[in-house]
């Protein structure tokens, strides 16, 4: 349930004078007037701003402007429209209609020339929030906001949605604490972990084999629907999936707690670890599959370790590992496993996909619905690496039966076990073995998350779509669907 790719905010800006000509620059850019005003005793020249934000599920915006920059009187207003929208003032109150998808910040510029003869001169700024990572738990649904914000809907029994009851939501509810500082957010089974602006790393939802990772009683503390903070440290990553969890520091150093069966948490034994427990080495990339871990060393060699009955360790054999071991191919396959570190890799529920450096694509693990795809070729257990025909793959995410990749030219597509419509390609079929497109055949695709029964994507305009069935409002919608449906975004249809 990875690759976490987060979208990046482009603010191109257009810079409308009040008299009417134009520049270009940037938020920082200073404003100068002394070319386009001739400055007098009665004329004031001032840098007054009302600043507007769009949310993502808007397509107006409106504000008291005369309020807000203190302006009072008669008055002749000279106005100019942003690049992707307009504004218009009526009375008190200026509007702004977005016209056009964009994450980008806009401007309107606009001159106020007073009754005594002063003209103050003031901007309006549009500021668009847009969703930046979306992940699928089992049965809900989590997202982060542009605004340091985080919303869930969907099954909620065990506190998942952090909103503190443990009721299902149908529509977006956001976690009880409001806060504005969350940078990452990641979905396991019934456990939701997320990390803040400053590094401190938080839990909510089902405590039952230690998830929460703050040493409390499972027993007594089986479920926890607020959020608590596990620690103050300057984590940067998290990965989960079932029942145990993995997480990196800005050290490189990698930590484990949760569900220990098979060795899934490295520490060389199968005890249940309620606390962050440190594996040796430093590392850079992780994944938590069910009961099993796979991790990028520094090196940019790959190691596994935890359950290996579907060889999802690929380490040539079934038998479990308690402590991480390094994976390598083998045969005539070796030499172009060495030939380029590896850089990012996604564990599903029994399978795995790596990339390296070079774009080459490797896998291994289950592969009985075709969620290693290999065009068909595949068996239907690959204990070793294989190498996998995936051209211009730039991100994959690994969900329970299937895979969902995004390729340099924006498309996306899936394969694998899709009976819950989850690959979003407009079919039901239990044994997609190649990559097939989504149906909207987009090209705009910045991130994807595949879960068990939905997935879920960003497009590069920050609208999130979903697909896949619709168990206990999952989707946010009422009905399943086989094709992506665009949720909580502006609608210009």
């Known amino acids: 349930m990875r690759i976490l790719k987060t979208l990046g905010l482009i603010v191109p800006i257009i810079l409308f004078w ?21 400055q007098n005793s009665n004329v004031t020249i001032s840098k007054d701003n009302l600043d507007l934000v769009l949310d993502v599920d808007k397509i107006e915006v409106s504000a008291n ?16 429209d942003g690049k992707y929208g307009k504004c218009k003032f009526n009375g008190d109150s200026v509007t702004y209609t977005k016209h056009s998808e964009t994450n980008a910040t806009d401007i309107c510029k606009f001159s106020v020339e007073l009754e005594d003869g002063d003209t103050k001169f003031a901007t309006v700024t549009i500021q668009s929030l847009y969703w930046k990572i979306a992940k699928a738990g089992f049965n809900y649904t989590v997202a982060l906001k542009s605004d340091g914000t985080i919303w869930g809907w969907g099954y909620n029994h065990n506190g998942e949605l952090g909103d503190a009851s443990t009721t299902n939501r149908l529509t977006k509810i956001q976690e009880t604490t409001h806060s504005h500082d969350w940078k990452m957010v990641d979905a396991s089974g019934w456990t939701t972990y997320a990390i803040k602006e400053d590094g401190s790393l938080w839990a909510w939802g089902s405590n039952d084999l230690g998830q929460l990772g703050d040493g409390s009683d499972i027993f007594i503390h089986k479920t926890n629907p607020e959020p608590v903070k596990i620690s103050t440290d300057n984590w940067i990553d998290i990965s989960s999936f079932r029942k145990h969890i993995l997480a990196l520091k800005s050290d490189g150093s990698l930590w484990a707690w949760g569900s220990n069966i098979n060795g899934a948490i490295g520490s060389g034994n199968t005890d249940l670890q309620q606390t962050p427990y440190q594996i040796d080495g430093t590392w850079k990339a992780i994944s938590a599959g069910t009961n099993f871990s796979i991790a990028i060393k520094d090196d940019g060699k790959i190691y596994s370790w935890g359950s290996n009955g579907l060889g999802e360790l690929g380490l040539g054999d079934k ?14 396959l070796l030499a172009d496993w060495n030939s380029s570190p590896f850089v990012s890799v996604s564990a599903g529920a029994n399978h795995v996909l790596v990339i390296q450096a070079n774009g080459t694509v490797w896998g291994w693990g289950n592969n009985g619905f075709g969620q290693l795809t290999n065009n068909g070729d595949g068996t239907d257990e690959e204990l070793s690496p294989i190498k996998i025909d995936l051209v211009g793959v730039t991100s994959l995410s690994a969900g329970d039966l299937y895979t969902m990749g995004i390729y340099s030219d924006g498309t996306m597509r899936g394969w694998g076990d899709s009976q819950y419509g989850n690959i979003g390609a407009n079919t039901w079929d ?45 989707l946010g919608v009422a009905d399943s669907t086989e094709i ?6 502006r609608d210009f249809n």
Not at 19 to 34: E, F, R, V, Y
Request: aromatic fraction near 8%; glycine fraction near 12%.
């Open 319 to 332: 038998d479990n590992r308690l402590i991480p071991t390094v994976v390598v191919a083998q045969g005539e």
């Open 65 to 80: 402007w005369r309020e807000k920059l203190g302006i009072d009187g008669d008055f002749i207003r000279l106005t100019q």
């Open 18 to 38: 009040g008299c009417g000509g134009t520049d270009g620059g940037d938020n920082n850019s200073s404003i100068n007037l002394a070319s386009d005003v001739t």
């Open 484 to 489: 992506p449906k665009r949720i909580y975004a």
């Open 430 to 474: 239990v044994n997609v073995k190649t990559p097939t497109q989504e149906y909207t055949k987009s090209n705009s695709w910045l991130f994807v998350d595949a879960g068990v029964v939905h997935t879920v994507a960003i497009d590069k305009y920050g609208q999130m779509w979903i697909w896949g069935t619709s168990e206990d409002g999952l």
